[in-house]
């Protein structure tokens, strides 16, 4: 069973520019969803993507978006990037999105801005 | 909103020593628990997950946690650690019946001695 894989492992950005980040979900698993990790923090709920659409958002603002594919594959992209962007993005992939249904982490993409 | 707190940023035992790590959790409903696991250089692994019944639960690895409604918490327990528990432990919950979106705690990192 191949679990969620995350590309790319790291990024170097400038202030100002635009990424995007992609997460392949665990085989069998409908529901990706994706964190933001500053160092020394517990992640931070970002947005959650079922059957393709938003299914429910955090607090970030609208420069974060995000995308599902027909395959349950994920993009976060990020636009008009800040110093406090930098962090570790996770993605998480579950077999469905209620509450009782465990959340699977990949290895994550860092993301440096300089 | 609901938010988590872990109080013990970091914590060093000796191997055979016995581990707590504290969880307090802030929501007035009815929350499913759980307890995250980040290994050096691995993503992060479900210990263990409350979400009705006993609330004395047993995870993977010789953790338990137990759930008291009336303080809030969901504590982190082992009787005797070993070096290979050295990582970061994460408390996380979500709303019952409202998705499985996690608000993590800020995390504690342990260090066991050999």
């Known amino acids: 069973e191949t679990g969620v894989t995350q590309s790319p492992t790291h990024l170097i950005k400038t202030r100002g520019q635009q990424v995007t980040l992609r997460c392949s979900s665990q085989?069998?698993?409908?529901?990706v969803s994706w964190y933001q990790q500053a160092l020394g923090q517990g992640p931070q709920f970002i947005f959650q993507?079922?059957?393709?659409?938003?299914?429910g958002r955090g607090n970030f603002p609208p420069r974060f978006s995000g995308l599902q594919f027909p395959n349950y594959s994920s993009e976060l992209n990020v636009n008009a990037l800040e110093l406090d962007d930098s962090a570790l993005y996770l993605c998480?992939?579950?077999?469905?999105?209620?509450?009782?249904?465990?959340?699977?982490f990949g290895d994550g993409t860092r993301l440096s801005i300089l | 909103a609901q938010s988590v707190s872990q109080h013990n940023h970091h914590v060093i035992l000796s191997e055979a020593a016995s581990l707590e790590l504290g969880c307090n959790y802030s929501?007035?409903?009815?929350?499913?628990l759980f307890w995250y696991v980040q290994y050096p250089g691995q993503h992060l692994q479900l210990l263990l997950k409350?979400?009705?019944?006993?609330?004395l639960v047993k995870g993977i690895k010789g953790f338990e946690a137990e759930f008291i409604k009336s303080k809030f918490s969901f504590n982190l327990r082992k009787p005797s650690v070993q070096w290979s528990d050295t990582a970061e432990y994460f408390c996380?919950?979500?709303?019952?019946?409202?998705?499985?979106?996690?608000?993590f705690g800020g995390g504690t990192r342990l260090m066991v001695k050999p």
């Open positions: 998480a992939s579950s077999k469905e999105p209620g509450g009782n249904q465990p959340q699977h």
């Open positions: 085989s069998g698993h409908n529901t």
């Open positions: 993507y079922y059957r393709e659409e938003e299914n």
């Open positions: 929501y007035g409903g009815t929350v499913n």
């Open positions: 409350y979400f009705s019944g006993d609330p």
């Open positions: 996380a919950v979500n709303k019952h019946n409202a998705g499985n979106m996690l608000t």
